[in-house]
């Protein structure tokens, strides 16, 4: 199956700073990616659809220029949390759109804002 | 819009079965996914059924979907302790191109030795 990696998997930081995340489809390529957040005890949550080389589609209620999403090569896309605030502290999970329109899903990356 | 129901928790008995439970409002709805999660990690696809099936098994895995109702199902048949985890039902629409997933609330399976 398809090889989907996540980095960092957990990160803590101080208020205010920026952090990167970044989701590597390692045995395919990946024209689309999706990014979500999950709270604890809830459901993934849609953040943004990015596509190769393009800007990425935000959710209603997602800020653009907070979560910035870099996805510059079929196989590497990145997440920017810039400045963070305690309430940003969640799980976050890329998902990479393969070949046959089947998402498949990293390992996810916590990240817990002091 | 689109919305997906699950009941919250589940708790079975080692051996039993387990029937988890999922509604569904978009009828365009081309593909229906099980996903389990165990603690801090991520999705792992379990099973699917297009929207033209009504059934399909995967050894202990059996999906049934009525389509007329929007309502999906997932049992495990001989549920063991590794089964213990949380499962999402998540539905896939063309809703705008996007082939974009929307997920369940999950449903906390307990499976007590």
């Known amino acids: 199956g398809a090889v989907v990696s996540q980095h960092p998997s957990w990160v803590i930081c101080k208020s205010g700073t920026s952090v990167k995340i970044e989701c590597r489809s390692l045995d395919f390529q990946a024209t689309t990616m999706f990014w979500y957040r999950q709270f604890p005890k809830q459901s993934l949550m849609l953040m943004a659809t990015s596509n190769e080389g393009s800007k990425a589609t935000y959710e209603q209620g997602v800020e653009k220029d907070k979560f910035l999403i870099n996805h510059a090569s079929l196989t590497l896309s990145t997440l920017t949390v810039t400045s963070a605030h305690p309430e940003d502290s969640s799980f976050y999970i890329c998902?990479?759109?393969?070949?046959?329109?089947?998402?498949?899903f990293g390992p996810g990356t916590r990240l817990t804002v002091l | 819009g689109e919305d997906v129901e699950q009941s919250l928790f589940l708790s079975v008995r080692e051996g039993d079965s387990s029937v988890i439970n999922c509604t569904y409002t978009d009828s365009s709805s081309t593909y229906l996914y099980w996903y389990k999660q165990e603690p801090g990690a991520g999705l792992q696809l379990l099973t699917y059924i297009f929207s033209n099936m009504d059934m399909k098994q995967d050894q202990r895995l059996t999906v049934l979907l009525n389509k007329k109702d929007k309502h999906l199902s997932l049992r495990i048949a001989d549920t063991q302790t590794g089964d213990s985890a949380i499962y999402f039902c998540a539905e896939r629409g063309a809703t705008s191109g996007t082939y974009k997933y929307i997920f369940g609330t999950g449903t906390r399976l307990k499976v007590l030795a």
């Open positions: 998902s990479p759109l393969g070949i046959y329109n089947e998402q498949f």
